[in-house]
T-cell receptor, first 114, second 115 residues
Framework: AQSVTQLGSHVSVSEGALVLLRCNYSSSVPPYLFWYVQYPNQGLQLLLK??????LVKGINGFEAEFKKSETSFHLTKPSAHMSDAAEYFCAVSESFGNEKLTFGTGTRLTIIP | NAGVTQTPKFRVLKTGQSMTLLCAQDMNHEYMYWYRQDPGMGLRLIHYSVGEGTTAKGEVPDGYNVSRLKKQNFLLGLESAAPSQTSVYFC??????????????FGPGTRLTVL
């Protein structure tokens, strides 16, 4: 069985500050991990994905995430927040074989303070 | 390419009415999914399909039915709408095969209100 926990349903950071959104997962087999972003009144857009190639994954809009197997974590970071980063972010996990479904976390709403 | 499209974008129903939500994708994806999104609960899988003519239940299937008569379309039906089905519904699709890592592509959503 697979599951995802996102710590913090709301995160606020100042413009220019570090963004850190936390995601922990559980999976009975090696996982694939994803971060999706949802802007207001829109669908989900893929930010980045971990597929067992490199543990540090770079995505769009300056975001990156690091897969840490020992901590079962896949936290999302961005060195300097921009006003346009305000959105809801979802972490998702899929088992690397035998499972065609994604399991999503409950989401983290990111607010950027001017 | 339009990607994944959903019809309609908004709908208001009265309790007991029925409706069908249409999802279409032009990426020749094998897999298609229906999710509902509710505040604080993330996305929950309603039903999904791994190919034309096949469907399977997800996490919250009760009160919904689906059909996949054509590879590019996935329909979600509500036979007798209830206020608990007020939600935003998202359709998604993905390629078949591990090499594609189960990455899903999402539609813009349908906002449904049941009075």
């Amino acid at each position: 069985a697979q599951s995802v926990t996102q710590l913090g349903s709301h995160v606020s950071v100042s413009e220019g500050a570090l963004v850190l959104l936390r995601c922990n997962y559980s999976s009975s087999v090696p996982p694939y991990l994803f971060w999706y972003v949802q802007y207001p009144n829109q669908g989900l857009q893929l930010l980045l994905k971990y597929t067992s190639a490199a543990t540090l994954v770079k995505g769009i809009n300056g975001f990156e995430a690091e897969f840490k197997k020992s901590e079962t974590s896949f936290h999302l970071t961005k060195p300097s927040a921009h006003m346009s980063d305000a959105a809801e972010y979802f972490c998702a996990v899929s088992e690397s074989f035998g499972n065609e479904k994604l399991t999503f976390g409950t989401g983290t709403r990111l607010t950027i303070i001017p | 390419n339009a990607g994944v499209t959903q019809t309609p974008k908004f709908r208001v129903l009265k309790t007991g009415q029925s409706m069908t939500l249409l999802c279409a994708q032009d990426m020749n994806h094998e897999y298609m999914y229906w999710y509902r999104q509710d505040p604080g609960m993330g996305l929950r899988l309603i039903h999904y399909s791994v190919g034309e003519g096949t469907t399977a239940k997800g996490e919250v299937p009760d009160g919904y039915n689906v059909s996949r008569l054509k590879k590019q379309n996935f329909l979600l039906g509500l036979e007798s709408a209830a206020p608990s089905q007020t939600s935003v519904y998202f359709c998604a699709s993905s390629y078949f095969g591990a090499v594609h890592y189960n990455e899903q592509f999402f539609g813009p959503g349908t906002r449904l209100t049941v009075l």
